[in-house]
């Protein structure tokens, strides 16, 4: 099992909806969690961060963490072309000095 | 604030050459982390540095190799190149003294061994 799993997609979205991302961890240690997004030819940006269970909201994105499902979620509400990108889930382990990350799910919203 | 920046941006290197990879952390940051980044093995973890310390290292072959000075910038170094090395090198500097907090990534180093 892969510490952090993710739907490689594509996920197709057509503008205007809600894009829903999902991701689930192994390590039952893990403490922090984090969503970059990452342009085709570019470096992960950092766009949310979660720390306790429930909803974190941030402009258009919501973060959502269940830490006894040990599952987080990312949630682009009102998509937009430019969200098009891929999405990397992110999970610090507690007491490890590293980002585990899955594989990213490319998103695609469609004009 | 300026952020994390990586040079060189590309590289182009014959099989067994070495390389040598430069990160400046953003300004206050002593947390440096490197990753490999490959269309097949997605992000890999290849050390953390605090405060010229290696707190952790990932599962990459001893040809890998990083150090970090007294300023936090970082360095990482490949021996003996090898075509499966080819690819996107990213550093990225975070705040956080213990376990690792937000991270910022680099643009990268664009390896390409030939």
């Known amino acids: 099992q892969k510490e952090v799993e993710q739907n490689s997609g594509p996920l197709s979205v057509p503008e205007g909806a809600i894009a829903s991302l999902n991701c689930t961890y192994s390590?039952?240690?893990?403490?922090?969690f984090f969503w970059y997004r990452q342009y085709s030819g570019k470096s992960p940006e950092l766009i949310m961060s979660i720390y306790s269970n429930g909803d974190k909201e941030d402009g258009r994105f919501t973060a959502q963490l269940n830490k006894a499902s040990q599952y987080v979620s990312l949630l682009i509400r009102d998509s937009q072309p430019s969200d098009s990108a891929t999405y990397l889930c992110a999970v610090n382990i507690q007491g490890a000095q590293k980002l585990v990350f899955g594989q990213g799910t490319r998103l695609t919203i469609n004009p | 604030k300026a952020g994390v920046t990586q040079t060189p941006r590309y590289l182009i290197k014959t099989r067994g050459q070495q390389v040598t990879l430069s990160c400046s952390p953003i300004?206050?940051?002593?947390?440096v982390s490197w990753y490999q980044q490959t269309p097949g093995q997605g992000l890999q973890f290849l050390f953390e540095?605090?405060?010229?310390?290696?707190?952790n290292k990932g599962n990459f072959p001893g040809r890998f190799s990083g150090r970090q000075f007294s300023n936090s910038r970082s360095e990482m170094n490949v021996s003996t190149l090898e075509l499966g090395d080819s690819a996107l090198y990213l550093c990225?500097?975070?705040?956080?003294?213990?376990?690792?907090?937000?991270?910022?990534f680099g643009q990268g180093t664009r390896l390409t061994v030939v």
């Open positions: 390590d039952r240690g893990s403490q922090s």
């Open positions: 300004s206050g940051h002593r947390s």
């Open positions: 540095y605090f405060s010229e310390t290696q707190r």
């Open positions: 990225a500097s975070s705040l956080e003294v213990r376990g690792i907090g937000e991270a910022f």
